[in-house]
């Protein structure tokens, strides 16, 4: 029997002030389920949508659990898009056509890691349905409860 693990991921930045929450929910083959969560200062909505997948993927990593494939609901195209351009963003040494360093290079250059070495399965969700099918409430107030 395969052994998935579902992960749902989601994060939310308040464009004024820099200040962000993600969360992850993690649903493993045993019907556990991790809640991981934080609040970030100084960040942009892209990094905490990559940071949520990847502070997932170790948490995942380091409880040393069999797994077939993780599939990975997330309602970020930045998140989604990554493994299409993998080849293009290391052939451009992260760079944009203009000779400017992308943005979050050390979360992209762990994301491509990940991508290459790890059983992942990316799957799109609606923006109006992440909070829902994810089962919990997601605000910068309840990440810091």
């Known amino acids: 029997m395969p052994k998935h693990i579902h992960l749902y991921t989601?994060?939310?930045?308040?464009?004024?002030?820099?200040?962000?929450?993600?969360?992850?929910?993690?649903?493993?083959?045993?019907?556990?389920?991790?809640?991981?969560?934080n609040l970030v200062q100084n960040t942009t909505n892209n990094r905490l949508e990559l940071w949520a997948v990847l502070q997932a993927i170790a948490h995942i990593k380091s409880q040393n659990i069999p797994y077939d494939q993780?599939?990975?609901?997330?309602?970020?195209?930045?998140?989604?898009?990554?493994?299409?351009?993998?080849?293009?963003?290391?052939?451009?040494?992260?760079?944009?056509?203009?000779?400017?360093?992308?943005?979050?290079?050390?979360?992209?250059?762990?994301?491509?890691?990940?991508?290459?070495?790890?059983?992942l399965k990316f799957i799109k969700i609606k923006a109006e349905y992440s909070l829902t099918v994810f089962g919990f409430p997601f605000s910068i107030e309840w990440t810091m409860n």
């Open 70 to 119: 993780i599939d990975i609901y997330t309602d970020s195209q930045y998140v989604i898009g990554i493994a299409d351009r993998k080849d293009r963003l290391q052939t451009n040494n992260f760079y944009t056509k203009k000779g400017i360093l992308l943005p979050n290079v050390d979360l992209l250059k762990a994301m491509i890691n990940y991508i290459e070495t790890e059983p």
């Open 10 to 37: 989601d994060a939310s930045t308040h464009h004024r002030t820099n200040q962000g929450a993600w969360a992850a929910l993690i649903l493993y083959p045993s019907n556990e389920q991790i809640l991981l969560k």
